[in-house]
């Protein structure tokens, strides 16, 4: 079993348009993130999450707007999308702060045409 | 805030020999900690090393060894017997008890037979 999954792996979308990734661990954990990784490989944290609350924004635009069902899924909604989201996005989990460990998830490549 | 500066955008090495990445940090925090991420072409992100800060002693995880400096706010990944397989981007990152990790913008490690 894949510890933690996101879906769907590539994205391909027009400019405007509205779309979701969705992520999924099986851990216990109780955290969960999102990093973006842009076409220079840069990672950088976008939201964090812990027990479904909402601890880092971290000054991402409000057309991206995660949820949190429960403690093991966490959503991105990116609503409006614009050519310069092109990016790969991961979301992982850790236990606690995430100073032990980040498991991430395979990542999904978004392309906006 | 923490910063995370890795001053090799690319390095290659000759198969079986050794090599040593750089990582320069600045952080806040008291309690901290390192790490090393892999991510190979499959683009997965692989935890390669993690460094307690408040431990003096250097991480090892068989072929792959730090030399942290705290002082100097240096840790340095070693790869030794380097092998085809360890051919990826190479991130360092430092994490505390705000709910996420910083990374470096990485370094492209070729393995060359």
């Known amino acids: 079993d894949t510890a933690v999954s996101q879906t769907p792996k590539y994205l391909v979308t027009q400019m405007g348009n509205d779309k979701s990734i969705k992520c999924e661990q099986n851990?216990?954990?109780?955290?969960m993130y999102w990093y973006k990784q842009d076409s220079k490989k840069f990672l950088k944290i976008m939201f964090s999450?812990?027990?479904?609350?909402?601890?880092i924004n971290e000054t991402v635009p409000n057309r991206f707007s995660p949820k949190s069902p429960d403690k093991a899924h966490l959503n991105l909604h990116i609503n409006s999308l614009e050519l310069g989201d092109s990016a790969v996005y991961f979301c992982?989990?850790?236990?606690?702060?995430?100073?032990?460990?980040?498991?991430f998830g395979s990542g999904t490549q978004l392309s906006v045409l | 805030a923490q910063t995370v500066t890795q001053s090799q955008p690319e390095m290659s090495v000759q198969e079986a020999e050794t090599v040593t990445l750089s990582c320069t940090y600045d952080?806040?925090?008291?309690?901290?900690?390192l790490f090393w991420y892999k991510q190979p072409p499959s683009r997965q992100m692989i935890l390669v090393i993690r460094?307690?800060?408040?431990?003096?002693q250097n991480a090892t995880e068989n072929r792959f060894s730090v030399n942290f400096q705290k002082a100097a706010k240096s840790f340095s990944l070693k790869i030794s017997d380097s092998q085809l397989g360890d051919t990826a981007m190479y991130f360092c990152?430092?994490?505390?008890?705000?709910?996420?990790?910083?990374f470096g913008k990485g370094t492209l490690l070729t393995v060359n037979p």
């Open positions: 990152a430092s994490g505390g008890s705000n709910y996420k990790l910083t």
């Open positions: 952080t806040s925090e008291n309690n901290y900690y």
């Open positions: 851990l216990g954990h109780d955290t």
């Open positions: 999450y812990n027990n479904k609350e909402l601890i």
């Open positions: 992982a989990s850790s236990q606690g702060t995430g100073v032990e460990k980040l498991f």
């Open positions: 460094q307690e800060a408040y431990k003096q």
